[in-house]
T-cell receptor
Framework: AQSVTQLDSQVPVFEEAPVELRCNYS??????LFWYVQYPNQGLQLLLK??????LVKGINGFEAEFNKSQTSFHLRKPSVHISDTAEYFC??????????FGAGTTVTVRA | GAGVSQSPSNKVTEKGKDVELRCDPI?????LYWYRQSLGQGLEFLIY????????KSGLPSDRFSAERTGGSVSTLTIQRTQQEDSAVYLC????????????FGEGSRLTVL
């Protein structure tokens, strides 16, 4: 079984500042890792995913994440945020099956 | 439509009533999931359908919860004798199937039990 811990429940950030959202997972097997974003009053959509290969993954809207196997982490970063990045962000993990386990989410609020 | 469609978007019911939530997945997607999102918590897996295989019901919280998927397409999640703790957003997602595949989510059905 796997589990996901998102270390920050709320992240306030000023516009054009960088942001990092932390995610750690636990699993006894190889994993696939995902970040999903939920904008206000919308469904979840995929930001990026790591399946294999390069540990640095680039996603939509300028986000990227780095898979660190030794630290069992998959932190999400963006060098310069916009007001429109205000949303809830979910880290998720799956192993060699179909079931995604999600973290509790991190709410990012971008202020001008 | 092109995306996952869920109905109703909002449902208010009285404690003890039964409710049905509907999900229409993306055409051609063989996998269908139900998750529950409670305030301040992550997404809780409820049930998974894949093609004609027996569903994985391991996440259903009690026997008051059931789900079916007819003809490999539309799915209905039924909650009998609703309780206040059932209040949450119920999310449906579909996927083309396969390990590591992307899930496509609907906008959810917000259930409020009074």
């Amino acid at each position: 079984a796997q589990s996901v811990t998102q270390l920050d429940s709320q992240v306030p950030v000023f516009e054009e500042a960088p942001v990092e959202l932390r995610c750690n997972y636990s699993s006894s097997v190889s994993v696939y890792l995902f970040w999903y974003v939920q904008y206000p009053n919308q469904g979840l959509q995929l930001l990026l995913k790591y399946l294999s290969g390069s540990t640095l993954v680039k996603g939509i809207n300028g986000f990227e994440a780095e898979f660190n196997k030794s630290q069992t982490s998959f932190h999400l970063r963006k060098p310069s945020v916009h007001i429109s990045d205000t949303a809830e962000y979910f880290c998720a993990v799956s192993s060699n099956d179909y079931k995604l386990s999600f973290g509790a989410g991190t709410t990012v609020t971008v202020r001008a | 439509g092109a995306g996952v469609s869920q109905s109703p978007s909002n449902k208010v019911t009285e404690k003890g009533k039964d409710v049905e939530l509907r999900c229409d997945p993306i055409s051609g997607h063989t996998a269908l999931y139900w998750y529950r999102q409670s305030l301040g918590q992550g997404l809780e897996f409820l049930i998974y359908f894949q093609g004609n295989s027996a569903p994985d019901k391991s996440g259903l919280p009690s026997d008051r919860f059931s789900a079916e998927r007819t003809g490999g397409s539309v799915s209905t999640l039924t909650i009998q004798r609703t309780q206040q703790e059932d209040s949450a957003v119920y999310l449906c997602a579909s996927s083309p199937g396969g390990t590591g595949g992307q899930l496509f989510f609907g906008e959810g059905s917000r259930l409020t039990v009074l």
